[in-house]
């Protein structure tokens, strides 16, 4: 009687592992990879607390050499078990993160996109620990992995928890904002566009609160760098990211209104729709900001000068910008450094000797209406150039969308066509079905038939 509840438990421990093992081995199967499922689904809802480590272990077993459904499935339930038990699993958070991490290296975007699901749900259900149990290890993969699959989902993840968080560790988040953004200038990171999505979501959870102004001074031109990046996705994350700036950074963010608006204007009319979107959304973002406060506008000013030769280099190697953009932006830079001392020549010229006749008053006149026009005409030039290149751009967005409208075209003619053949193709296989019973049939028949007569053959014979 003494022994039945010692021996109990151990059974009902090996039982359990035993059946999850089972049910992890027949996903890989896809006759039973269903059922397998709903049968995990299932005792991952029913577990009792004394059973979360060692089901949490089952799921740590599975490695690279499982099939990737087996990978997803076991990072989803890791998300079931978060919705299910909450609060309950605190004391497996750090294992249930290990788990996380350990499929970050996994080839299957799907399998990434499930831990960044799982990421959300741990944040958002288990709240009895602080935020940095789980954005700590994520900082971490992400400064220090090499594999490019691991940084993509240690950004995407991080990214996702600090989005879907309540209460961010905004001090922790603080300190990993400059070692975050100094990951932008290292050629060893590949995952860019993901790596400024991450600093966009830490920048949106600082939110203003105690934001250091040397940081954002070095990281914003960096972040601006990639709005003339070649790959879209980059643009498309690095326009995100300043409008996070813009929305969260209500204070420090008018230092930087000038040199931000000169570069998205110079970048709104990008060749990607979704890319021309954000530009123009993140534009008018910044566009609603206030004017620059006078102690900080030298912050501003080095600011957008040290970006304007950056500007002009991207745009020398982007084929997709006018020639005539590039050199009305290098006029404009020269004339800027060489307009005081053309303009006081012009409208202060040197003092000739005290005469007092009319044709000295004329020939001043004269030298001050000839300037005026000048610079009218100058002017009316450059709107007319700057009317013909926002003509030149229109047209070759339309042309853009055109082909983009014939390529679905096409596409959809191509999908008709191969459903017409798949259709014709299984009239041709029914039809040699129905041909081939018909000679199946007729061989019965056939056979039957000699057989008969064999068979009246002998009876006669033997008669």
């Not at 259900?125 to 971490?140: D, H, K, Q, R, Y």
């Not at 961010?168 to 200038?185: H, S, T």
């Not at 620059?292 to 030769?309: E, F, M």
Request: proline share 5%; hydrophobic share 35%.
């Amino acid at each position: 009687m003494r022994s039945s509840p010692s021996v109990s438990p151990p059974r009902t421990v090996t039982d359990l592992k035993q059946r999850v093992i089972a049910c992890l081995n027949r996903l890989s199967d896809r006759d039973t990879q269903s059922l397998a499922a709903a049968e995990l689904d299932s005792i991952a809802l029913n577990l009792s607390p004394e059973a979360f480590s060692l089901f949490i272990n089952c799921l740590q077993t599975t490695d690279s050499s499982a099939k990737s459904p087996v990978r997803k499935h076991c990072v989803s339930l890791i998300s079931l078990l978060s919705r299910s038990h909450g609060d309950s699993l605190a004391p497996h958070l750090p294992k249930m993160v290990s788990t996380i991490l350990r499929r970050l290296r996994d080839p299957d975007s799907s399998v990434r996109a499930a831990c960044a699901t799982a990421s959300v749900d741990m944040t958002t259900n288990i709240t009895e620990l602080p935020f940095s149990v789980l954005a700590g290890p994520m900082i971490e993969a992400l400064i220090h992995d090499c594999d490019a699959n691991a940084q993509i989902g240690a950004a995407v993840c991080l990214a996702a928890a600090i989005d879907a968080a309540d209460d961010p560790d905004v001090e922790q988040l603080q300190k990993a904002l400059p070692k975050i953004g100094k990951l932008l200038k290292s050629e060893g990171f590949k995952a860019k566009p993901e790596l400024l999505g991450a600093i966009g979501s830490v920048i949106g959870a600082i939110g203003g609160r105690n934001s250091d102004k040397a940081v954002l001074d070095w990281l914003l031109p960096n972040v601006l760098e990639f709005l003339s990046s070649d790959d879209w996705h980059a643009r498309k994350a690095a326009a995100e990211a300043v409008a996070r700036v813009a929305t969260a950074e209500e204070e420090l963010a008018p230092l930087y209104k000038k040199a931000c608006l000169a570069l998205l204007e110079s970048r709104r009319f990008d060749k990607v729709k979704l890319v021309r979107e954000t530009m123009n959304h993140t534009l008018s973002l910044w566009k609603q900001l206030g004017d620059d406060s006078p102690d900080s506008s030298s912050l501003s000013k080095s600011v957008s000068t040290g970006k304007g030769i950056n500007t002009l280099k991207s745009k020398e190697n982007n084929p997709n910008v006018p020639t005539s953009s590039k050199l009305n932006d290098v006029e404009a830079a020269e004339s800027k450094e060489k307009r005081p001392l053309g303009t006081r020549r012009v409208l202060f010229p040197a003092k000739p000797k005290v005469k007092e006749n009319r044709s000295n008053k004329s020939q001043v006149v004269a030298v001050v209406q000839s300037s005026d026009e000048e610079e009218e005409s100058s002017s009316s030039s450059q709107t007319k150039n700057a009317e013909e290149e926002l003509s030149l751009i229109r047209n070759q967005i339309t042309q853009i969308e055109k082909q983009q409208s014939s390529l679905v075209d096409l596409f959809q003619r191509f999908m008709e066509s191969s459903q017409n053949e798949m259709q014709s193709l299984g009239r041709r296989v029914r039809c040699l079905e129905t041909s081939f019973s018909v000679l199946s049939t007729d061989l019965l028949v056939s056979r039957t038939i000699t057989q008969n007569g064999t068979h009246k053959r002998n009876a006669h014979l033997q008669n």
